[in-house]
């Protein structure tokens, strides 16, 4: 089982000495992936409609991801570089197509391309882009993906994109996997469709009925469950105890990957482990890691 490690971007993403010596731990003692956190504005909360209820405001702090993990390719390694996910229809898709080829060819083929629909209204509205339609146009924008990464020239006349034969280049040396992310039936469906693979979230009991029914959505697309990656998402902050019982679920189902976070999350209960810099986040996340071996097997 592969084990990966989320930038704790709300505790140290801002000081990049940090981030590198946080990354470069994280590969030299073998994890199997880096995953990024992605927001481009955070919001205040108060006065809004709808509310915002998430654990992140204007202060918060988080990177841009593909110019972070443009940098850490050439401060790592082996580690897998991984976006978890981006919110993509709040995005061009061609300069998108452009930033996630030039971290693959900057990595050596290291990256992977996580992406969702996002929750978040004002952030869609700050980059001028609609909300009602996201999953209509994060369809289309997964074609059209696939499309400028592979093909020598390109035409697409969609719902949300006129593209006349154009072309990027330098293009990926190999295809960029996408896996996507989410909490719904709906996250799990597309995934199914168009996906390689699906990031649940451990801590939410939604998350192992949904994984409940993959076989039956895969089968439905008309796919197989091999080559499907499954990544599950567990947060280390809240105390073993609390991680034992979030692991357990998942003893005995197919799991290719455990996604660590060492960030407080106040959403899903009270903090027992606290980290103050990166040494203590790798601390952390070494712990993790042989608990969710003991758990879950190697």
Same mark, same amino acid.
């Given at each position: ?9 709300? /505790? ?10 946080? @990354?470069?731990?994280?590969? /030299? ?48 390694r082996t580690v897998e570089l991984m976006t978890g996910v981006l919110v993509l229809p709040q995005r061009q898709t061609a300069l998108v197509a452009k930033q996630? @080829? ?145 692991l357990a679920p998942w003893r005995g189902r197919d799991v290719d990957d455990v996604v660590i976070s060492t960030m407080r999350n106040r959403m899903i209960g ?9 040494? /203590? ?18």
């Amino acid at each position: 089982m592969r084990v990966g490690a989320v930038l704790p971007t709300t /505790e140290i993403g801002a000081d990049t000495g940090a981030v590198a010596h946080w @990354a470069a731990g994280a590969d /030299e003692c073998g994890f199997d992936a880096i995953v990024l956190y992605d927001h481009v504005v955070g919001a205040e909360h108060q006065g809004r409609t709808p509310p915002i209820t998430r654990d992140y405001d204007e202060r918060t702090s988080f990177r841009e991801p593909f110019v972070l993990l443009g940098y850490l390719a050439a401060v790592t390694r082996t580690v897998e570089l991984m976006t978890g996910v981006l919110v993509l229809p709040q995005r061009q898709t061609a300069l998108v197509a452009k930033q996630a @080829a030039e971290v693959s060819l900057l990595s050596g083929g290291r990256f992977t391309l996580g992406v969702g629909i996002g929750w978040n209204v004002v952030e869609y509205d700050a980059l001028g882009m609609s909300f009602g339609d996201r999953g209509r146009r994060l369809d289309e924008q997964v074609r059209l993906l696939r499309m400028l990464w592979a093909d020598d020239v390109v035409s697409l006349d969609g719902r949300f994109h006129r593209i006349d034969r154009v072309a990027i280049s330098p293009r990926p040396d190999k295809p960029i996997p996408l896996v996507f992310g989410g909490g719904s039936a709906t996250a799990l469906r597309r995934a199914a469709r168009l996906g390689d693979g699906f990031l649940f979230n451990a801590p939410s009991p939604e998350a192992l009925d949904l994984h409940a029914t993959l076989d039956a959505q895969l089968a439905g697309a008309g796919r197989a469950r091999e080559g499907f990656r499954v990544l599950v998402q567990v947060h280390a902050c809240h105390g073993e105890e609390q991680l034992r019982h979030s692991l357990a679920p998942w003893r005995g189902r197919d799991v290719d990957d455990v996604v660590i976070s060492t960030m407080r999350n106040r959403m899903i209960g009270a903090t027992a482990d606290v980290c103050d810099g990166a040494e /203590e986040h790798l601390a952390l996340l070494r712990r993790t890691r042989e608990i969710v071996r003991e758990v879950l097997g190697d």
